[in-house]
């Protein structure tokens, strides 16, 4: 539900970083590769389009590679592009 179902990696810049975290209760885990990072790795799997996957498909897709449990998106990095349209201060 909410913004993971409504983007896919096709709408986000190939170079911003994704922040997974492994899920809670879980080691603890992180990762932050970017977009074009994600797609190829699913590229890679033989996972055909991948870049019109949804972020919560990309999520149930994920698993951590130490514990093996889910991988959850905490969140996409743009805070960057957000800070230029909030302006100077
Ligand atoms: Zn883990």
């Not at 590679?65 to 996409?76: D, P, S």
Request: proline share 6%; glycine share 8%; with cysteine.
């Amino acid at each position: 539900m909410g913004w993971k179902s409504e983007r896919q990696l096709l709408d986000l810049d190939p170079g911003l970083r994704i922040e997974f975290n492994c899920e809670p209760g879980g080691c603890g885990s992180a990762a932050k590769p970017t977009v074009e990072e994600v797609i190829r790795k699913f590229a890679a799997r033989g996972v055909e389009e991948p870049q019109q996957l949804y972020l919560d498909e990309v999520e149930a897709r994920l698993t951590c590679r130490n514990c093996r449990r889910r991988m959850v998106i905490l969140n996409v990095d743009e805070d960057q592009a957000e800070a230029f349209q909030g302006g100077m201060p």
